[in-house]
């Protein structure tokens, strides 16, 4: 099967994944706007920062490094050193997440009050932390895989992660209605963690057949034969073999683990600031936390959604890259990148018009709010950027620029970050509005600048 074989193959998988997902996400957050009313969906998305950055803390840079060494290692026929690979990765990453569960449960109180200024937000982070070490199990696996370029699992891993977290969520809202008569927005905390529990059990139920080499389809057929887990062993690996994929898995890890973190820490910044800076505006507490829940438990949902198609391309293309880097065919390379830049961003100018004529409509009619409505109509101006930047960043990663995907990450986030605190205090929050679409459009024309010093001329490769 040749790369662009590869590519669509997979893209179709995960986007039809994507698409199951967030269609089920869609309707689950019209029924969290419904049953806890927009300050209790900004009271919830108020702790996500601190789940992204435990999650980069602990797991993103490895899951990246793993996908894209087991991409080069499979192409030079070392499948062993790949598997050892991802076995060193996956205990690395659990181990920090174990250390970060723990320091979350025993800081609780401090981040809650002190960091995103809501006390409340006390259980809510105890309960999330239990997250941390499923995270880091099914995402490192899905890394091998998609290092493998099969995403058969990814996308299985997906759909019961959303699937029991819907389910987990409503069976706990039924149960405390009839008990009780009312139900606490925590328990949507703890749909998080079901959900990530079975995802993760899901995936290491189908690691060990999967270390002895075999296919998704073999697995499964094994399965269906013995009626038992597929593959009960694990490949041995010594202490002085474990150091040796240590030794090589670092020096790609820190650097894309720092990456994230900053970026992160960033996004923290800007988010845990919104709600404050709006009563700087004028606004009480009540009403800041409100219109933070509309944005980010409403109207970005919406301008994400058709994102599903984009991200599951920038999933396969960074390997992709990668390997055709390794074997130094530029026509085959600005073939690629032209091919699925301009696809993404002629999505995004078709889901821009869509969202400019149905805006309001679908603010009013899927959330009951006028605000989400306007907030849709002046985020579509952002979706041919928004779109486009995430395949331009898998591209720069696949290249191995790494520290250019963080310059233009932190460019864009500082200009949102000085939407947030000098624009929001004049404008209100459409001044961050503004600055959103100014942020992607930078990050747009700068990615296409560094890509093109990189393949564009001749040698660069």
């Known amino acids: 099967m040749s790369r662009k074989q590869t590519i669509i193959r997979g893209t179709i998988i995960l986007t039809i994944t994507g698409f199951l997902s967030r269609f089920m996400g869609f309707f689950y957050r019209i029924f969290l706007s419904r049953t806890f009313g927009e300050e209790g969906v900004g009271l919830y998305q108020l702790i996500f920062p601190v789940y992204a950055l435990c999650y980069s803390l602990t797991t993103a840079g490895i899951e990246t490094a793993i996908s894209r060494t087991v991409a080069r290692k499979i192409s030079l026929g070392r499948e062993r050193e790949a598997r050892e690979f991802l076995l060193t990765g996956l205990s690395l990453s659990f181990f920090l997440a174990c250390i970060c569960m723990v320091a979350m449960?025993?800081?609780?109180?401090?981040?809650a009050s002190e960091i995103l200024g809501d006390e409340r937000c006390v259980p809510l982070l105890t309960i999330l932390s239990y997250t941390v070490p499923c995270s880091a199990v099914h995402s490192c696996i899905c890394g091998y895989c998609y290092g493998l370029k099969q995403t058969s699992i990814p996308a299985a891993a997906q759909l019961i992660e959303q699937s029991t977290r819907i389910a987990g969520v409503y069976l706990l809202y039924r149960v405390l209605i009839r008990n009780q008569?009312?139900?606490?927005?925590?328990?949507?905390?703890?749909?998080?963690?079901?959900?990530?529990?079975?995802?993760?059990?899901?995936?290491?139920?189908?690691l060990p057949g999967f270390l002895k080499g075999r296919s998704i389809t073999q697995i499964l057929r094994r399965r269906a034969s013995s009626g038992l887990p597929a593959g009960r062993a694990f490949p041995s690996m010594t202490t002085g073999i474990l150091c040796r994929r240590l030794k090589e898995l670092l020096p790609l890890s820190v650097p894309l683990t720092a990456n994230r973190v900053l970026i992160n820490l960033l996004q923290s910044i800007e988010a845990?600031?919104?709600?404050?800076?709006?009563?700087?505006?004028?606004?009480?507490?009540?009403?800041?936390?409100?219109?933070?829940?509309?944005?980010?438990?409403?109207?970005?949902p919406c301008i994400l959604f058709p994102s599903a198609v984009t991200s599951s391309i920038s999933i396969m293309l960074m390997p992709t890259v990668a390997e055709i880097q390794a074997s130094d065919d530029r026509s085959e390379m600005l073939d690629i990148?032209?091919?699925?830049?301009?696809?993404?961003?002629t999505l995004g100018l078709f889901c821009c018009l869509t969202f400019l004529l149905f805006g309001s409509w679908i603010?009013?009619?899927?959330?009951?709010?006028?605000?989400?409505?306007?907030f849709i109509l002046t985020l579509a101006w952002i979706c041919p950027f928004l779109y486009t930047n995430s395949a331009l960043s898998s591209i720069i990663n696949g290249l191995g620029k790494t520290g250019s995907t963080l310059f233009v990450n932190t460019f864009s986030l500082l200009i949102r970050i000085f939407?947030?605190?000098?624009?929001?205090?004049?404008?209100?929050?459409?001044g961050y509005l503004w600055g959103l679409l100014i942020s992607q459009l930078a990050a747009t024309l700068l990615s296409v600048w560094i890509i093109y010093q990189n393949t564009g001329r001749k040698g660069a490769l």
Do not use: H, W
């Not at 449960?105 to 981040?111: L, M, T, V």
């Not at 939407?419 to 459409?430: N, S």
């Open 419 to 430: 939407g947030v605190f000098y624009a929001i205090p004049l404008f209100g929050i459409q």
């Open 363 to 374: 603010g009013l009619a899927l959330f009951g709010s006028r605000t989400a409505g306007k």
């Open 272 to 300: 845990i600031s919104i709600p404050g800076r709006l009563q700087r505006f004028g606004l009480d507490t009540s009403q800041a936390l409100s219109l933070y829940g509309v944005l980010n438990g409403m109207a970005l």
């Open 181 to 206: 008569g009312n139900a606490p927005v925590t328990i949507a905390v703890c749909g998080l963690v079901i959900g990530e529990f079975f995802s993760a059990l899901y995936t290491t139920t189908i």
């Open 105 to 111: 449960q025993k800081n609780a109180g401090f981040i």
């Open 337 to 345: 990148i032209k091919k699925v830049t301009g696809a993404c961003f």
